[in-house]
């Protein structure tokens, strides 16, 4: 397969083959941030992807292009946690490749980056740039890696070098997502137990707020730390999911969990929580109730989601997905904007449900309705929520393969022309 790469004239070199590999956001459906706790979740790859393209390069330098942002980065071998922050993603790539031994340690590589995943919106731009980044990479240097190792490297990436606790499911999602089809994904921590079809006259599809929402903040952050806070004085051991408590086994334990708990009183009670992505801020107050029962309910929503797909029993599916939208409420996650598309949503003739994505603070929110309605009802939502808030935000329609379902393909490289 080649690809048609936009103005990548003068940027690699002739007589070197340049592998293009391209990588999908998704829209999370349902399970959001109840993934790190175990949760099995429903992801739908988005039409929207990243292209990377990656060539060796016998100087051992490192040299990064992002063409949505017009910069160039080069760092010698070994620099690839010096650069800019946006650079960081793709030079996480190189850095724990090399790390794992599975890339030279003098190696150099030209990496060049495009993508139309809207950024900031919770459809996991990040996600897709890591992939297709370690995809073209692991083709350039014929490194063998499947779907699920793949998307275990790029997560580290995003949690070591980045500096973002997400969980498995957005890179999971944009390497092993199937067109069309919700991934089902049980994230204990990353099994793939199957794909689902929308059933035949429904779609999902998002609406971004345009509020930017950021993984690494201090909301998902600290809801993240507290669900690990709620596990431990629920007398759980590490290697316990929170997802595996029922709804009715958790409450049969008898114990009651305090809505709001510091970390300073925490950490002088209990010592530190077992995750290796969050640490436990004395200074912070948690909400540990909320962001501890979150993954255990939502889990169940979860499967009563997909079993109401599967029955035809719409109006129960949008009641999971309105309960999930609450929830994240409830935990701090939501926003006014996000409230209102939601609120918008449900007020349009035959959409079931809506709900907040990802990791909520803003970013997208999923609709799902009839796919006759689809258009007209985004057309409407938008055009009120733009009269609202003076914002005019984006429809996220249409979805696309993953990553390994799409061949790395060859770049012709083309000189700058003078």
């Given at each position: 397969m080649s690809f048609e790469f936009p103005d990548h004239e003068g940027f690699f070199t002739q007589g070197s083959p340049v592998f293009v590999a391209r990588a999908?956001?998704?829209l999370d459906?349902?399970?959001g941030i109840a993934d790190y706790s175990g949760s099995l979740v429903a992801e739908l790859p988005i039409g929207q992807a990243a292209l990377c393209a990656a060539q060796a390069d016998s100087s051992g330098k490192l040299t990064i292009r992002s063409l949505n942002?017009?910069?160039?980065v080069s760092v010698a071998t070994g620099g690839e946690k010096s650069t800019e922050r946006w650079a960081v993603y793709l030079a996480g790539c190189v850095a724990l490749l090399k790390a794992e031994g599975l890339?030279?340690?003098?190696?150099g590589v030209r990496l060049l980056l495009t993508s139309d995943v809207p950024l900031g919106a919770?459809?996991?731009s990040s996600a897709a740039i890591e992939v297709a980044t370690m995809r073209a990479i692991a083709a350039a240097f014929a490194i063998e890696l499947d779907g699920l190792t793949l998307a275990r490297l790029c997560q580290r990436v995003e949690n070591e070098w980045v500096g973002a606790p997400c969980g498995v499911m957005d890179q999971v999602t944009s390497a092993c997502g199937a067109e069309g089809k919700l991934l089902l994904l049980r994230c204990q921590p990353h099994t793939i137990e199957g794909y689902t079809q929308v059933p035949t006259g429904w779609t999902v599809f998002g609406i971004d707020s345009c509020v930017k929402h950021s993984v690494g903040g201090t909301g998902y952050t600290g809801v993240r730390c507290a669900a690990f806070m709620g596990a431990k004085l629920l007398g759980l051991a590490p290697t316990d999911y929170l997802c595996n408590l029922t709804p009715e086994s958790y409450r049969a334990l008898g114990i009651t969990l305090p809505d709001s708990l510091s970390g300073a009183v925490f950490l002088e009670q209990h010592g530190p929580t077992w995750d290796r992505v969050t640490t436990v801020d004395p200074k912070q107050?948690?909400?540990?109730l909320a962001a501890t029962e979150h993954p255990i309910f939502e889990n169940q929503r979860v499967e009563t989601f997909l079993k109401a797909?599967?029955?035809g029993d719409f109006a129960l599916a949008g009641k999971q997905m309105l309960a999930a939208h609450a929830s994240y409420s409830r935990c701090g996650l939501g926003t006014k904007e996000t409230d209102l598309l939601v609120e918008l949503a449900m007020e349009q003739s035959g959409v079931a449900g809506a709900k907040i994505t990802g990791g909520g603070s803003g970013g997208t929110v999923c609709i799902?309705?009839?796919s006759d309605r689809e258009a007209a009802i985004a057309e409407s939502v938008a055009g009120s929520y733009e009269k609202h808030t003076s914002t005019e935000p984006r429809v996220i329609q249409g979805t696309s393969p993953g990553a390994l379902s799409t061949p790395v393909g060859l770049l012709q490289v083309r000189q700058r022309r003078f």
């Open positions: 999908p956001g998704r459906v349902m399970g942002i017009g910069r160039t890339l030279a340690k003098d190696a919770g459809v996991s107050h948690y909400p540990v797909l599967d029955a799902l309705c009839p």
